[in-house]
């Protein structure tokens, strides 16, 4: 049977599903045809000998010759390189070369499936993606949730150097609050405007893990800190989408635990305890693309509020997306499946697009997809099972009776509102109205707080806003990329690099001089003025200084000359950059041109 969508009024594309039975084996053929952009058939390939998803795609061109774009399991059916042949389970596939538009193609699959297997044809279902994210940030304190012990670098410090009674849960032991924690967590909620709690309460979450000394993780669940926020993300398409945020609440960060090659595993307590925030988001995101999107301003934000430092790689910033999919149309959630601590936006990306395939795979196929958390393998690009899903009441949630509940006075709450620094869309918004920026350089200059404060300073000190920015985005850019720098640890000040621009202005360097300077100014911190002076670089802007040159060189290549005169006038690209060779790259672009145009026409 075949299901057809209709778009602004013209068919565009028709799929079905052919499902069969060879050998012991179950297949899959999605058959698609996309009409009238792209004539042409596509058939993915669906096998199932254990459960996991695994396809061949092949595609049919206008006059009837199927191509194989890839696959992944040779033991597959393979589709033969010469025209009008497929080969699958059972036997050689003729298609004939009239064959060249679904119906007729499901028909014939229909009649030879019917021949060799048992068949089964149906309508596709379409399914839409609903995923939520839960983003745990660890926060910039100096020492850890509930104890006095410093908060190391994980990554660097001795292991189990930065503990005590408290984080390692010894008998007898009693929390303290850290205030300077809630005052971040309380940052973070009113900037993704939540409804601040002023009455929450810290609980008990119950599981067992090696990296939980306690047996429990202090958390909070039924009176969190924060509710009902949202943060608008743009799209690369240019859609602004809303997302709702459900809940933002504090707890303590757990061990860290090493897996060896040779068995066994090693747990490092210097993380436990260390002040964590959860963000939960509503099930609002619809792609892999709007979790990555979302995931990248979450961490912007906290970096802009310096609560979090955004290093994935380290660990202090992860995300586990919930993903499952439903009918079109639909209200109910689909099953879904968690994947735990992604260290990555592309691991985010890719590893929920191939969560979607697979589940659409099984949902397609018949099956169900099964609840449970599973890990992305980087190596395999493929996500794995690692155990059954939790609910929560599986957790066996209580108030943590060591613990009071957490009163926040609305005056305190209004003073950490009153401090929140400018946030990134609003000072895009700024930056493209006061400074008359592009959208684009608005942008990239809000991207890093420390960037814009930056270029703000530079234009205080007396620059051109556009071209602080064109220097900033072009020039420097490339210089922090090259050397792993951040631009604040940069010994260039932003009136240096205003000095630096005035000289390119009134035609003391050229660009091409300005750069090299600014290379130095960037290694040194010495002045534009100083490294021009030492290295002989002001710009030759004489007339009289460079025709001499300008003739010399034009009466050196007369055949050159006469191919210009003869029309090739790309050839003055050529004698310009052999007047700057012959300056050393001194001589003032715009007057070299001139002169010889003059000689020349």
């Not at 002023?198 to 939980?212: C, E, M, Q, S």
């Not at 400074?435 to 530079?458: G, H, I, K, M, N």
């Not at 260039?492 to 000095?499: E, F, N």
């Not at 005169?565 to 001194?586: C, N």
Request: aromatic letters at 8%; glycine letters at 6%.
């Amino acid at each position: 049977m075949l299901h057809l969508f209709e778009k602004n009024s013209e068919l565009f594309v028709s799929w079905a599903l052919v499902r069969y039975e060879s050998e012991g084996i179950s297949y899959l053929l999605q058959i698609t045809a996309v009409l009238p952009d792209e004539s042409r058939l596509q058939i993915r390939d669906y096998l199932f000998p254990d459960g996991n998803r695994k396809y061949a795609y092949y595609w049919m061109e206008p006059d009837g010759q199927l191509r194989r774009r890839w696959d992944n399991a040779p033991h597959w059916p393979a589709i033969a390189t010469g025209p009008h042949h497929m080969h699958l389970a059972g036997g050689e596939l003729p298609v004939q070369s009239t064959v060249t538009n679904l119906e007729d193609l499901v028909a014939f699959l229909h009649e030879w499936f019917a021949a060799t297997g048992s068949v089964h044809t149906e309508a596709v279902i379409e399914y839409e993606p609903v995923i939520g994210l839960e983003i745990h940030a660890e926060l910039l304190t100096e020492s850890k949730m509930f104890c006095s012990c410093l908060v190391v670098d994980s990554v660097t410090a001795a292991p189990n150097t930065a503990v005590c009674p408290i984080c390692l849960g010894m008998p007898g032991m009693l929390p303290v609050i850290n205030r300077r924690a809630v005052e971040y967590a309380l940052r973070v909620a009113l900037a993704l405007n939540c409804e601040i709690q002023p009455h929450n309460v810290f609980a008990r979450k119950n599981y067992f893990y090696p990296d939980l000394p306690k047996a429990y993780q202090i958390s909070q669940y039924e009176q969190p800190l924060a509710r009902h926020g949202w943060l608008d993300i743009e799209l690369e398409s240019g859609e602004t989408r809303r997302i709702r945020i459900r809940r933002v609440h504090m707890e303590e960060d757990t061990g860290k635990l090493t897996h060896r090659h040779e068995g066994g595993s090693l747990v490092d307590f210097n993380r436990s305890g260390v002040p964590l925030l959860e963000i939960v988001t509503d099930p609002d995101l619809r792609s892999a693309e709007e979790a990555r999107v979302y995931a990248m301003k979450i961490r912007q934000i906290l970096r802009y509020l310096g609560v979090n430092s955004g290093d994935m790689e380290k660990g202090v910033l992860r995300v586990e997306p919930n993903i499952s999919l439903r009918p079109v149309g639909s209200q109910k959630l689909g099953t879904r499946t968690e994947l735990k601590n992604l260290n990555s936006f592309r691991a985010l990306a890719e590893g929920t697009a191939y969560e979607l395939e697979r589940q659409a795979a099984i949902l397609q196929a018949g099956g169900e997809v099964v609840q449970e958390t599973r890990g992305w393998h980087e190596g395999r690009r493929a996500t794995f099972s690692q155990r059954s899903k939790e609910e929560a009441h599986d957790y066996r949630y209580f108030p943590d009776p060591d613990l009071p509940p957490l009163a926040l006075a609305e005056g305190w709450i209004a003073v950490v509102r009153a401090a929140l620094p400018e946030l990134p869309d609003t000072k895009i918004a700024r930056f493209q109205q006061e400074f008359e920026l592009p959208a684009y350089d608005a942008r990239v200059l809000a991207e890093d707080r420390s960037t814009a404060e930056w270029f703000e300073a530079a234009v205080a000190a007396g620059g051109n806003p556009k071209g602080v920015a064109n220097w900033l985005i072009n020039s420097l850019f490339s210089l922090l990329n090259e050397q792993k720098q951040s631009l604040e640890a940069s010994p260039l000040q932003p009136a240096q690099l205003v000095r630096l621009i005035a000289l390119v202005d009134d035609q003391t360097i050229n660009q091409t001089s300005a750069k090299e300077v600014l290379a130095e100014m960037f290694q040194t911190g010495h002045a534009a003025d100083k490294i021009i002076a030492a290295r002989g670089l002001d710009q030759i802007s004489n007339a009289e200084a460079l025709a001499p040159i300008v003739e010399k060189l034009l009466a050196n290549n007369p055949d050159a000359v006469a191919q210009y005169r003869a029309g090739k006038t790309s050839l003055l690209g050529w004698f310009m950059g052999q007047v700057m060779r012959a300056t050393q790259g001194k001589a003032n672009p715009t007057l070299v041109k001139e002169l010889l145009q003059k000689e020349l026409d």
